[in-house]
């Protein structure tokens, strides 16, 4: 559907007054958020999604700003969530009048050191070769994490206590209320800042560089330094990511170098879309909530997930942002009034098509496992589904997929007839 609505007219600049309205609700949204959901999982929950936003929001300024495929940035993440713990537990032993407020400061640098280091081999080269290099790099701070557990504390991981530090203004971060509040408040610092190196020259021309190296080597600047800089800048606020989450666990092990976990921020960033910049901060909310509510209904989740990012790429290339940005400009633009049916159409294809896989892929896992491992909310779909059950399932899998296919024909043909109205209209 995102590309039904691609051919719609782009929307003019944001004004200034916009923006800065924007910024102000999400500071609200920040704010009031503790209030509406005040349970102690709720806020360990949106801890985790500020968290990962961060993260995926530093990956982002690799993969959409500067368009390097990087498959080492969890390690970034992982080297400032060390360093979290270690500061940690230095002012807890030392008894230094420091807040652990300033902790994430020590995942920037040691990150940014990290991604100075690591970046002056990675960068040099970008495309497929720095994606495979990336890789390699990962691997290895794997294996040197596994291989020194003196000093990585291996699988056991090495604990802390974030309540020892020195209270600054009465916050001792006891609580996870006061973890979320820190949380949040690091968000919003580094969305502000991200956004800044966005529209500073420096990211400027790593866009141009990602569309066209050659060209901006023909102007003059290196594409290598470029994308040196904007390394060093992601890796130091992928730092700051991997010390809060150290300071919302208490605990950090070798298993933050996994690749798994770079692959995951890859997920959460696609998903909510790479050429827009809440993209990011919007795939990590969705990612982690259904990343947490999906494990606690099926042990399919892992296959769910995957399965929703490929049809993100598939299908809607923009992501969960392209998506809400291209019926935003339909709404706008009065476009709805007639598009109303086929998206109905489209929906109910959807509804049963996604109805159908889901029973498909649970009763297959009912099969394989022996056991009730069906999502209760499904119906209780268990191991014993006769071949009605799976009948039914497989033909509102297909009956689904032809109405979508049929109701999109429509719906891209009406799209099509409405913007030609609009610029005969002008």
């Known amino acids: 559907m995102d590309n039904v609505i691609a051919g719609a007219p782009a929307t003019a600049p944001m004004s200034w007054r916009r923006r800065v309205g924007v910024w102000l609700a999400f500071a609200a949204v920040l704010g009031l958020a503790p209030w509406c959901f005040p349970s102690d999982a709720a806020l360990t929950l949106m801890t985790q999604m500020g968290t990962a936003a961060i993260l995926a929001l530093s990956f982002n300024l690799l993969l959409g700003s500067t368009g390097l495929l990087s498959f080492c940035h969890a390690t970034y993440a992982g080297i400032g969530a060390y360093a ?27 990150a940014g050191v990290a991604g100075a280091t690591l970046g002056f081999v990675t960068t040099r080269r970008a495309g497929m070769t720095f994606a495979m ?16 557990p003196e000093w990585f504390g291996g699988e056991r991981g090495i604990p802390t206590d974030r309540t020892l530090g ?35 020259p420096l990211g400027f021309l790593a866009r141009a560089v990602r569309d066209n190296a050659v060209r901006v080597a023909f102007l003059g600047p290196s594409p290598s330094a470029v994308r040196y800089r904007m390394q060093i800048l992601a890796a130091a606020f992928a730092g700051v990511a991997g010390a809060l989450g150290a300071l919302n666990f208490e605990l950090v092990s070798a298993d933050a170098f996994s690749l798994e976990r770079s692959g995951v921020v890859l997920v959460f960033t696609v998903l909510g879309g790479t050429t827009y910049f809440a993209g990011p901060i919007v795939g990590a909310v ?38 809400i940005a291209g019926h935003g400009r339909a709404w706008r633009t009065g476009m709805v009034r007639t598009l109303w049916r086929p998206y109905a159409a489209v929906c109910a294809g959807l509804a049963t098509c996604v109805g159908g896989l889901i029973a498909i892929i649970e009763m297959t896992y009912g099969a394989r496992l022996a056991s009730d491992v069906g999502l209760t909310a499904a119906g209780g779909l268990s191991a014993h589904a006769g071949p009605g059950t799976w009948g039914m399932a497989t033909v509102a899998v297909m009956a689904g997929w032809v109405i979508v296919r049929h109701a999109g024909r429509e719906l891209r043909r009406r799209v099509a007839d409405a913007l030609r109205s609009t610029e005969d209209g002008r």
């Not at 537990?89 to 995942?107: E, K, T």
């Open 84 to 110: 979290g713990v270690w500061c940690m537990n230095r002012i807890g032993a030392q008894g230094l009048p420091l807040s652990m407020a300033v902790v994430p400061l020590a995942g920037a640098l040691a």
């Open 133 to 148: 290099i990336t890789l390699g790099m990962a691997e290895l701070v794997w294996v040197l994490a596994a291989m020194l």
């Open 166 to 200: 020195a209270a600054w203004f009465g916050v001792t971060f006891a609580t996870q209320r006061d973890i979320y509040g820190l949380v949040a408040v690091w968000l919003f610092v580094c969305m502000a800042l991200m956004y800044g190196i966005t529209r500073t």
């Open 286 to 323: 969705v990612g982690v909530f259904a990343t947490v509510m999906l494990a606690t209904l099926t042990r399919a989740w892992q296959l769910y997930l995957g399965l929703g990012f490929l049809a993100v790429v598939l299908f809607a290339p923009g992501g969960i942002a392209g998506l």
